[in-house]
């Protein structure tokens, strides 16, 4: 059986996280999580169960600097798992060839991890809701959540991409799907849906202009980081897709 370890290395009390990594005893990962929760965690009882949304940071990039979306989602009453899912030990992404291919191995491997983190954290967190993730991943974090989303998983309820370019979309009128875009790059054929699967899925897309891949992050301009999390915000508070 799979055990679990999580330890507690720092907190932070700007939005109340806390930083660690959890254990993976089967693969034998050390997983690096940052759990904040929501601004109002005292109305989440196992009665009244609080959401949980999994945030996959993209390649390269730190899992704890997506602060402006674990703030946006706290306030929204989200308690949130940042993930950070490359370590040292990992293989580098590839660059070239098939792409989807040779970097299947990887988005996999993301998949498991939520998969593990999901089915470890939900027994130590009984005040939250953990059959109904939000799935949320910038750029390579987000190929992985629809990786895992495309499975057939039965516990996502919404998956949330901000640029990521290889994997499909999941086409499920069981998922809530968004996609934010930037303006610079063009993801590959196939990963967005067309106007018919738009309609039929009930997916939204939305492409910011002027945005830039690499600054879906804290690092930034304030503008953009407004929009991304307005424009979440609105999509989970009322579907609305704009």
């Known amino acids: 059986m799979k055990s679990f370890v999580l330890i507690i290395v720092?907190?932070?009390?700007?939005?109340?996280?806390?930083?660690?990594?959890?254990?993976?005893?089967?693969?034998?990962?050390?997983?690096?999580i940052e759990i904040s929760h929501p601004t109002s965690q005292r109305d989440c009882s196992?009665?009244?169960?609080?959401?949980?949304?999994?945030?996959?940071?993209?390649?390269?990039?730190?899992?704890?600097?997506?602060?402006?979306?674990?703030?946006?989602?706290?306030?929204?009453?989200y308690m949130v798992v940042a993930i950070g899912h490359e370590l040292e030990s990992d293989p580098p992404l590839?660059?070239?060839?098939?792409?989807?291919?040779?970097?299947?191995?990887?988005?996999?491997?993301?998949?498991?991890?939520l998969d593990?983190?999901?089915?470890?954290?939900?027994?130590?967190?009984?005040?939250?809701?953990?059959?109904?993730?939000?799935?949320?991943?910038?750029?390579?974090?987000?190929?992985?959540?629809?990786?895992?989303?495309?499975?057939g998983t039965d516990y996502i309820a919404t998956v949330i991409t901000l640029d990521h370019r290889r994997v499909p979309l999941p086409r499920s009128t069981d998922i809530d799907v968004l996609s934010i875009r930037g303006s610079d790059y063009p993801a590959d054929d196939g990963v967005l849906p067309s106007s018919q699967e738009s309609e039929r899925y009930g997916i939204c897309v939305k492409?910011?202009?002027?945005?830039?891949?690499?600054?879906?992050?804290?690092?930034?301009?304030?503008?953009?980081?407004?929009e991304i999390a307005h424009t979440v915000?609105?999509?989970?508070?009322g579907g609305r897709c704009s």
Not at 94 to 113: H, I, K, P
Not at 126 to 132: A, L, R, V
Not at 208 to 213: C, L, P, T
Not at 215 to 221: A, H, I, V
């Open 207 to 226: 492409t910011i202009a002027e945005s830039r891949h690499n600054d879906m992050t804290d690092y930034g301009p304030v503008w953009l980081k407004d």
């Open 233 to 237: 915000a609105n999509y989970l508070t």
């Open 46 to 77: 196992e009665a009244e169960k609080c959401p949980v949304a999994f945030l996959s940071a993209g390649y390269g990039v730190s899992h704890v600097k997506y602060s402006f979306l674990s703030q946006q989602l706290n306030q929204l009453g």
């Open 10 to 32: 720092s907190l932070f009390t700007a939005f109340s996280a806390a930083a660690g990594t959890v254990y993976d005893e089967s693969r034998d990962r050390h997983i690096p």
């Open 94 to 113: 590839s660059v070239s060839g098939d792409l989807y291919e040779s970097r299947s191995e990887n988005w996999s491997r993301g998949a498991e991890t």
């Open 116 to 151: 593990f983190i999901k089915h470890n954290l939900e027994p130590v967190h009984q005040n939250y809701n953990f059959s109904e993730l939000l799935l949320i991943g910038h750029s390579n974090g987000g190929d992985i959540s629809s990786w895992l989303a495309n499975q």
